[in-house]
């Protein structure tokens, strides 16, 4: 069975974008993604189906590559919506590991008037 690694998720720019180009001149950039959510959860007991609402808070690094991702960038200030669409992956930092969102899409839901 082929393995599946694709993630949709919602929430709030949490702080300024920190971007840099590669020595080969490819963007990249990075930003902490703040989510919030109740999700229902479905349990059988004795017959009957339960329905439990959890509240889910959770914050992921984003990591965004390419010439696509910079032009939404330029978009993209603290405090915005956005739904990014990628993958997980692991990265290393300092003896230290942690998982990332690698964005492939991200689409600004909240446009703010600032």
Known sequence: MEAINLIKLSG?????????????????????LVHNSTQANNSNSGGFTKQALQRVKCSIQV????????????DMCP???????GYLNERNVK???FMVLHAQNIKIIDVLNL
Do not use: R, Y
């Open 95 to 97: 003896n230290d590991s």
């Open 63 to 74: 990591i965004m590559h390419g010439n696509e991702l910079e032009v939404i960038s330029h």
């Open 12 to 32: 709030i720019i949490a702080q300024e974008i920190k971007v840099k180009h590669t020595p080969a001149g490819i963007f990249s950039a990075s930003f902490w």
């Open 79 to 85: 405090g915005q919506e956005v739904v990014v669409l």
